[in-house]
């Protein structure tokens, strides 16, 4: 289980990286981002937590209670926006600990070089990719790839900028008279959204997501599962290098 205090949560390499900047003053920016960055992913993890508890008493009867259905929206909404934070929270903290070690491969700039807008540009894949080249064939490198690859966080990422950017979830609406479908929006496709009507001849969904009661579960536990195993193989990569 991934420590939920944010003073404890990667405290050796925390640490190893407070010696380091003490003993050498010009990585205190890299230094303050690390904490920074790390410290918002027990918070992320704990609302997590909290939302995936509450979720399943939110479904009942949420396709009648309208008052059920917009507290089901907003767990939604609140559970995507930082499951896909705790990821980028993470990956950019990475991105520090690399900056420390190899400016050159992780660059980001300095306050009096004016060049710290480049901060908006460490995401998580342009971390991966710093990775690669500073120790591709490491545990970390190879295990940050398959998160990032994996269909668990493509669904993530696709279901935030849904909810986000565009609607909320529909439910199964039955509809009267002669039409043969309902909309069912208890399944989200990925950007065809004519596909919520049902009938044939619409193309097949890239990723669907179905709404049960266990399904923020299930999401919360590959999360925390995936940051344990990343937080382990990242201190493994760099902590005896600060």
Known sequence: MVER????????????FRNREE?????????????????????????LDSLAEQFPRASMNANTDLSKRREQNQILFDFFSNALASFESFCCGSYFVGAALDPVLFPFGTPLSGTLTKLKRIYPKSTLESYRAFAPTSAFTNHLRDCLDSDEYRLIDAMRNLLVH???PGRSIRLG???????????????????????SGFPEP???????????????????NAVDGLSKN?????VTSL
């Open 5 to 16: 205090d944010p003073e404890k949560f990667l405290a050796a390499l925390i640490d190893a």
């Open 23 to 47: 003993a050498n003053t010009s990585l205190k920016p890299q230094y303050m981002f690390f904490c920074t960055s790390m410290s918002a992913i027990p918070v992320r993890l704990i609302s």
């Open 166 to 168: 565009r609607v909320v």
């Open 177 to 199: 008279g002669n039409i043969p479908h309902g909309i069912d929006l208890d399944q989200w496709w990925e950007g065809d959204v004519t596909r919520i009507y049902g009938g």
């Open 206 to 224: 890239k990723r669907v997501f179905e709404l049960d009661v266990n399904c923020l579960v299930r999401q919360r536990d590959w999360i925390e």
């Open 234 to 238: 990242l201190t493994e990569l760099t």
